[in-house]
């Protein structure tokens, strides 16, 4: 697993995440962004949504899905009427499409690595007692190259963490552009589920990702390295 030299690698408070993050300079999106989007939604949450990095909206408002896939995310959770312990950030904190030249919507894997701390100090300090992986990349760093790799809409136990996917709400959108709702209605039957479920589940006394105490496994996979 990938060093962890950042002095915050344990849990800690919110305030202090927030403090720690939020001028950080690890990595070249520092020098583009406006506002890094740490989290948005229950500090104590049950379940974790996580993304991969934020947009040009998350770039203005320092908060963390708070765009056109977020507006869809939260009206999917009421639909669902999903209880608010939940919460959402991604895998990088900060947006690779600000507007300015050279946008991008997905994060570099030095992006990825160089905010990996963040990420593993955030897990620490919440405890959720799943974490629900929207698209391919936070799957890919949580439950791929694995013989119980995840299906769509599906929880399953890694060591003591439990893991599911869930198609990233950009998607979503992108499909009822298309006329297409049966993603979106089996994604909303899948979080009422989870819903129902969650009492069945307790928050992990470690974070244990394939049998070794780290932030994920390698994600060179993802980039096809």
């Given at each position: 697993c990938y060093t962890l030299n950042f002095p915050l690698q344990t849990a800690c408070s919110f305030d202090r995440l927030h403090e720690a993050f939020r001028n950080c300079q690890r990595c070249q999106l520092a020098n583009t962004r406006c506002k890094t989007a740490l989290w948005r939604g229950d500090p104590h949450a049950e379940?974790?949504?996580?993304?991969?990095?934020?947009?040009?909206?998350?770039?203005?408002?320092?908060?963390?899905?708070?765009?056109?896939?977020?507006?869809?995310?939260?009206?999917?959770?009421?639909?669902?009427?999903?209880?608010?312990?939940?919460?959402?950030?991604?895998i990088v904190g900060c947006s690779p499409n600000t507007g300015l030249a050279n946008n991008r919507d997905d994060p570099t894997l030095a992006?990825?690595?160089?905010?990996?701390?963040?990420?593993?100090?955030?897990?620490?300090t919440v405890r959720p007692k799943i974490i629900v992986a929207l698209g391919r990349l936070p799957a890919t760093m949580f439950i791929a190259?694995?013989?119980?790799?995840?299906?769509?809409?599906?929880?399953?136990?890694?060591?003591?963490?439990?893991?599911?996917?869930?198609?990233?709400?950009?998607y979503l959108l992108r499909r009822l552009g298309q006329h297409s709702t049966y993603e979106l209605t089996e994604a909303i039957t899948f979080l009422k589920q989870l819903r129902d479920q969650l009492p069945d589940y307790n928050r992990p006394d470690h974070l244990q990702y394939f049998g070794e105490v780290c932030p994920f496994p390698p994600i060179e996979a993802y980039f096809n390295l």
């Amino acid at each position: 697993c990938y060093t962890l030299n950042f002095p915050l690698q344990t849990a800690c408070s919110f305030d202090r995440l927030h403090e720690a993050f939020r001028n950080c300079q690890r990595c070249q999106l520092a020098n583009t962004r406006c506002k890094t989007a740490l989290w948005r939604g229950d500090p104590h949450a049950e379940v974790l949504f996580l993304g991969q990095c934020p947009g040009q909206v998350e770039d203005t408002t320092g908060l963390p899905f708070v765009g056109p896939s977020g507006n869809l995310l939260d009206l999917m959770l009421r639909e669902a009427q999903f209880p608010e312990i939940y919460g959402i950030s991604n895998i990088v904190g900060c947006s690779p499409n600000t507007g300015l030249a050279n946008n991008r919507d997905d994060p570099t894997l030095a992006e990825c690595l160089a905010c990996s701390d963040r990420l593993w100090c955030l897990l620490l300090t919440v405890r959720p007692k799943i974490i629900v992986a929207l698209g391919r990349l936070p799957a890919t760093m949580f439950i791929a190259n694995n013989p119980k790799a995840v299906a769509l809409n599906e929880i399953i136990q890694l060591g003591s963490n439990h893991f599911a996917q869930m198609r990233h709400p950009a998607y979503l959108l992108r499909r009822l552009g298309q006329h297409s709702t049966y993603e979106l209605t089996e994604a909303i039957t899948f979080l009422k589920q989870l819903r129902d479920q969650l009492p069945d589940y307790n928050r992990p006394d470690h974070l244990q990702y394939f049998g070794e105490v780290c932030p994920f496994p390698p994600i060179e996979a993802y980039f096809n390295l």
